[in-house]
Every structure is written in structure tokens, then in C-alpha cells.
Nanobody, 127 residues
Framework: QVQLVESGGGLVQAGGSLRLSCAAS????????????MGWFRQAPGKEREFVAA????????YYADSVKGRFTISRDTGKNAVYLQMNSLKPEDTAVYYC????????????????WGQGTQVTISS
């Protein structure tokens, strides 16, 4: 079982930046050949959880929600078993709890295709 722990959330003004980190403990991703995708979802108050970004196992392929494309960048460090989300040009509508996830269906944006979830980190953007 892989445990995921997010960090890096906080309060910033609109237009600012944050970098979220996700550290995986337990066995490394390489021990789970079926894990193909690492990524981020978010959930704002009163809204459903939504896909943000994901990256493939090698770290060379990624995809994004249209709402964050061009502003957010996902990356991973295979040596550190970690995934990152660099968020620039933040907007008040980016306010949400951000969750790190891992799954087995690269290309999916569905909550049900991601098997393991972190506890989440709060991101708040003030206007």
C-alpha cells in the first residue's frame, strides 16, 4: 500500500504562486507496475471533486484540466518518489482542497480511476 502525503498549501493573493508536493511512503511506485499515473484533484466547498493534472509513470507525458492549462505544471521526481504541482497566476476560483492521487488508467479524469488518495492540502486564493 502506498501512502500519499501532500504539503505546500496555503493562502496567497490572486496572481501569486504555490508549489504543492506529494510524497509517497511505503513501497515505491516501481514496486507497483500497474500504477501508471500520478496526479492531482481538487475540491472546492460545495462542489464535486474535479481533475486538475496528471503525469505518467516515466514523467514525460502529462495532461491538464482546461481550467488550469498554461498556469499549472505537474512534474515528478522518480528518485524521490514524489509528485509536484507548480501553480502560477492563481485565481480565487482555484481555492480548494488539493488531493494527490495515483491510479492505473493514464488519460483518465475520473475520480473512480484513481485508487489511492492523500488527505489533501488547503489552497486559498484571496482576491
Amino acid at each position: 500500500q502506498v501512502q500519499l502525503v501532500e504539503s505546500g498549501g496555503g493562502l496567497v493573493q490572486a496572481g501569486g504562486s504555490l508549489r504543492l508536493s506529494c510524497a509517497a511512503s511505503g513501497r515505491t511506485f516501481s514496486s507497483y507496475p500497474s500504477i501508471t499515473t500520478m496526479g492531482w484533484f481538487r475540491q472546492a466547498p460545495g462542489k464535486e471533486r474535479e481533475f486538475v493534472a496528471a503525469i505518467n509513470r516515466s514523467g514525460f507525458m502529462m495532461y491538464y484540466a482546461d481550467s488550469v492549462k498554461g498556469r499549472f505544471t505537474i512534474s515528478r521526481d522518480t528518485g524521490k518518489n514524489a509528485v509536484y504541482l507548480q501553480m502560477n497566476s492563481l485565481k480565487p476560483e482555484d481555492t480548494a482542497v488539493y488531493y494527490c492521487v495515483i491510479g492505473r488508467a493514464y488519460g483518465s479524469r475520473r475520480v473512480t480511476d484513481f485508487d489511492s488518495w492523500g488527505q489533501g492540502t488547503q489552497v486559498t486564493i484571496s482576491s
